[in-house]
């Protein structure tokens, strides 16, 4: 019987103690990004730390930082902790869907495809949707919700038997509700970093979850949701930790509220990190994001890519 020590809970942390963090100080998030001398003009431009990003603030009750101690995580420290870098032999990011994306109820699997091919700038394939009773996973009734939820451990063992050869990573992506232990009400998602694999949830980003109306805007805001969700979680496949220096895609969330209120974006520090392991050119991928965005209709992002690409000094 396998034991997973090593696993991640992912938004939900077992000690949870009242925490009094002190945002960084411009000296010391200069230096958590460290010395980028010697980089190519553009990247170097693309990682200082400007006005298209803003520092952390300190956080309010009931926010991931009051509730949960996080050291932070410099370059150094990446680089140093790194595990796994993806290389010619596993280069690709594997989508498993798991139950049934319906058209009307989910985000799109193209979309998040192809959103997940432009952040990370890598192949990204989805394998065939496994059907959940065909999967044989543990489930139960959620006592307050009523809602069905899977056992996250079995998943976990299923995708490590399915580990394709030349995958970086493996993903379990459904719309089914989560739970990691009998003794917890539910997750959002749970990985096992050092096997590389992860599953997460979008169920709970549906409105209609809440039992609240799904409103106009439903299926792009579930989209914008999933795509937040989507990246964050696979940036961890990347050994990124959450970020405590900018407001960035990779900040702890506690809810959905402040989830929402995270960006899309990952701050000079993350992406730093992200281009180490991935390495790519991060001016090409703005502009591929730059255009998912427009296919995507996210307005903010759009801005956001749009300015930062007038500010990145290109040579070539
Ligand atoms: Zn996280
Ligand atoms: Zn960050």
Redo the contacts with the bound molecule.
Sequence with gaps: MRTFVQVLNILLCTACLAMNFKPPTPEETLQAIGNTEGMPVPLRQALEPGDDFVPIALPNPGDWLAEHFEAGQTFEDFVSSLAYKPDRSQDTIYLQPLGEFIGAQSPSLEALKDYATVYFMMPVKILAPIAIREAKLTERVNPYTHNRQLLTRDILILLERNFPADAFCLLAITMEDLYPDPAWNFVFGQAAISHRVAVFSFARYNPSFYGQSQGKDYHHLLLHRSCKVLVHEMSHMFSLSH?I??K?V??GSNHLQESDARPLN??P??LRKLQFSAEFDVVVRYHKLLKFYHRAGFAKEIRWVSTRLKNIVSTR
Excluded: G
Aim: aromatic fraction near 20%; glycine fraction near 0%; hydrophobic fraction near 40%.
């Design positions: 970020c220096y900018f960035c990779m900040n990952l701050c520090l993350c």
